[in-house]
């Protein structure tokens, strides 16, 4: 029997006690949904497929991951995949020198060119033959996938030319955007010297 001088336990508020949790937990899975979404979408923008007709008329398969760009086609060759517009004057400074590497590195080496200032397919055909162009000429009209994905993955604010080079494995090693003081030959040397050096150190 409680006497009148016994005091009640207070009644505890279980339901005012389990918001903190309540809070916390929501605020846990918030995050990790936001985390993974974030994850997944960083994931899909660097895991893409994309194919090259060049005006040449030959194909190209590209898959890109994070930090590599693999063309089936030129699996062993060092790249130089550009971005570039005939009327450009950096571009067409860089058209000569472009076409005297492709010469030299015949069997380890090799070039995509995209352009990217809405040229028809008659005006691209003329200037290859204008130019005399030995390397992969690409219709920049029909990749605007590709080059959303360079905005992307990249960060590449659309200035031209754009000079992408990748290793015999799909690597991307240098990317290159706006006309540089060095020239593209030099790009090159450095890239073999550098994979030379890498090549020699894991012997």
Sequence with gaps: METENQTKEP??????????????????????????????S?????????????????????????NHINIDELKG???????????????????????????KFVNAFDIIAIEAQHHSNDFNINHIDKYHINYNIVDGDKQGKFLQYLRDEYKWDSVIPLTIVIDATGRVLAFEV??????????????????TTVVSSTK
């Design 77 to 103: 060759k060092i790249v130089f995949l550009k971005v570039f517009g005939w009327d450009c004057q950096y571009c067409q400074k860089e058209i000569p020198e472009l076409i005297k590497l492709k010469k």
């Design 42 to 66: 960083n994931y899909i923008n660097s895991n893409q497929n994309f194919s090259f007709t060049t005006i040449q008329n030959k194909t190209f398969h590209i898959k890109t991951t994070k």
């Design 178 to 195: 706006g006309y540089k003081s060095y020239s593209l030959t030099t790009l090159l040397q450095t890239t073999l010297k550098q994979l």
């Design 11 to 40: 009644t505890i508020d279980r339901k005012k006690n389990n918001i903190p949790i309540l809070l916390a937990t929501m605020t846990i899975v918030v995050l990790a949904v936001v985390g993974t979404y974030i994850y997944l």
